[in-house]
């Protein structure tokens, strides 16, 4: 099985706090275990990648105007689950590849200095994504 491919590949288009936890809990799973991990943002997760976004998404479920996500980020931190913030710089430190989708940058407005400085592996379209994905054993969309 030497040929056997070692990768995980997540598309990231909700920017639901939690289905961003979800995403970065598996690429740094993945990770973890040896595997490569790529995150491909795209549309609205692509817009928690800008300076000073990251925590400002809601939940995908009762969020009750703010009040679920903060009950949720207190039992996260009540029980030692890192935040958005610590798993996102992991993934980087353990060598994740974070991908900008070009096509919904150009259109939501994004621009690459909205973007958090030193985060964005390679702005590309997707077509770098269709790669990362047929390489790979695991793929998601979140």
């Known amino acids: 099985m030497a040929d056997e491919k070692n990768k ?4 990231v288009h909700s920017g639901d706090m939690d289905k961003i936890y979800s995403a970065l809990i598996v690429a740094n799973g993945a990770l973890a275990m040896g595997m490569e991990a790529s995150l491909y ?5 692509l817009q928690r990648l800008k300076k000073g ?3 400002k998404g809601p939940l995908s479920k009762m969020n009750f105007f703010g009040l679920g996500k903060w009950m949720v980020k207190r039992k996260m931190k009540a029980t030692n689950v890192a935040s958005l913030e610590r798993m996102l710089q992991d993934f ?25 400085d030193n985060l964005i592996s ?6 770098t994504y269709v790669n990362e994905a047929r390489e790979s ?6």
């Open 137 to 142: 054993t695991i793929t998601l969309f979140i």
């Open 53 to 55: 976004g990251l925590e």
């Open 92 to 116: 980087v430190e353990l060598g994740g590849k974070i991908l900008a989708c070009d096509m919904t940058m150009e259109i939501m407005g994004i621009r690459r200095e909205d973007l958090r």
């Open 41 to 45: 943002f795209t549309f609205w997760g």
């Open 8 to 11: 995980a590949t997540i598309i």
């Open 122 to 127: 390679d702005y590309c379209a997707v077509g």
